[in-house]
């Protein structure tokens, strides 16, 4: 199929990675809460004016009220999350990033698709025309580290355009487009912070692609072998958000660190919060606890299920489509 296969991956992947891009958003604020270098949400959530009386006191109040005590952050929700930054930053802060979105999905994604099509064809049994899981696995976790290598620089863009309304005014980094934000990462911080937490994407990328597509290719066949439904919406439907599942549960881990590593703040002459991705691993179980690494979980299979449906769908209707050429 060649550059057929490149073609039909890369437009499913753009149509589903824009149509969930919120709920890719609320994930990254959800997988960033807690971190200890980051000043309280608490503070950073208040209107300008809000926090403008917290700071003017009067001398009589200045001798007899206490300072306040530190506000611990409260674990908020997806749905909350969701409501905060729709409160505080509107309804566009939503959307946060979709350039970058854009820019991802047609270097990693479009990769991705492409080379696990050209790998099916080739290690297909041509008499029995199916394909082991083992192989299908195989294909994922190679396409997957690839193309990860390639989008790295639209990954690192996309996840700071997103967590960029979390930080107090001061200290937000506002690009205004996918381009703003690699040109100046590029000049500020060095070409190779393009590639920060590359090796955490390549491997969350070989976890996401190899348990997705190889997923969705195993159970659209037993759907399919056993006479449960015909190959049609329902069958694709069903496959992908099954596929959407186990690819959730899979990388969620590997993508609480690779958020945390690409988000972080990296001072002249200062330390950097993280040394890595193992010392950010350490760092957040030890202050968090283990299951800090599933932070964010409900957004994640909220945006994984959806992202996953509309990808396949859209690639069984876009091959339909392109079948003759």
Known sequence: MGVKGFVEGGIASIVAGCSTHPLDLIK??????GESHV???????????????????????????????????????PVATGIRIFQTEGVAALFSGVSATVLRQTLYSTTRMGLYDILKQ???????????????IGAGLIAGGIGAA????A???????????????????????????????????GVTSLWRGSSLTVNRAMLVTASQLASYDQIKETILENGLMKDGLGTHVAASFSAGFVAALASNPVDVIKTRVMNMKVEAGQKPP?????????????????????????????RQGPFTVVLFVTLEQVRKLLKDF
């Open 28 to 33: 990254v604020r959800m997988q960033l809460q």
């Open 39 to 77: 000043p309280n949400p608490a503070v950073q959530s208040l209107r300008p004016a809000l926090a403008f009386q917290t700071t003017t006191t009067t001398a009589s109040s200045a001798v007899h009220m206490p300072p306040p005590p530190p506000v611990k952050a409260a674990r908020v929700g």
């Open 122 to 136: 080739k290690w297909t049994d041509p008499e029995t025309k199916t394909m082991p899981l083992s192989r299908k």
């Open 150 to 153: 390639v989008g790295n620089p």
């Open 155 to 189: 990954d690192v863009a996309m996840v700071r355009m997103q967590a960029d309304g979390r930080l107090p005014v001061s200290q937000r980094r506002n690009y205004t487009s996918v381009v703003d934000a690699i040109t100046r990462m590029s000049k500020q911080e």
């Open 274 to 302: 993280y040394a890595g991705a193992l010392d950010c691993a350490m760092k957040t179980v030890k202050a968090e606890g283990p299951m800090s690494l599933y932070k964010g979980f409900i957004p994640t299979i909220s």
